[in-house]
């Protein structure tokens, strides 16, 4: 586990497994600081940070701006992302790993890393347009 324990961390868990889809940083502080124990946005941060390293949380990268959620399955996951709803569907991860692997050492490189999201359509808000 990274980081210790915390009450702020396991705020931040609770208010990340109330919320609905992803959310920033800075929506989350907004509710958790109307609780009884405020919580600065800087502590909020390096929860989301810890625990994301922890594996505990989902964050992803849209518009320039990191987003965060409650890890509903364990172990490395990739997302498909409604551009309009917001519907997150987590995918199984090898296909994409052996892909990373390959490509990685096609070049020549090492222990290669990734981030994957993938950015469409859900059917129901295609079917709504």
Do not use: K, N
């Amino acid at each position: 586990m990274t980081g210790r324990r915390t009450w702020q961390r396991d705020a931040v868990r609770a208010a990340l497994g109330e919320s609905e889809g992803f959310v920033s940083a800075q929506a989350l502080h907004a509710g958790l600081r109307s609780g009884e124990r405020p919580i600065g946005l800087a502590t909020v941060y390096r929860a989301l940070a810890d625990l994301a390293a922890d594996g505990q949380i989902d964050q992803l990268q849209q518009g320039g701006e990191s987003l965060y959620r409650a890890c509903s399955s364990g172990g490395h996951h990739h997302h498909l992302i409604c551009r309009s709803c917001g519907r997150t569907i987590e995918i199984g991860a090898e296909p994409v790993e052996q892909w990373a692997r390959g490509v990685a050492a096609e070049h020549g490189f090492a222990q290669p890393e990734h981030v994957v999201d993938i950015f469409g359509t859900c059917p129901e808000c295609a079917a709504a347009r």
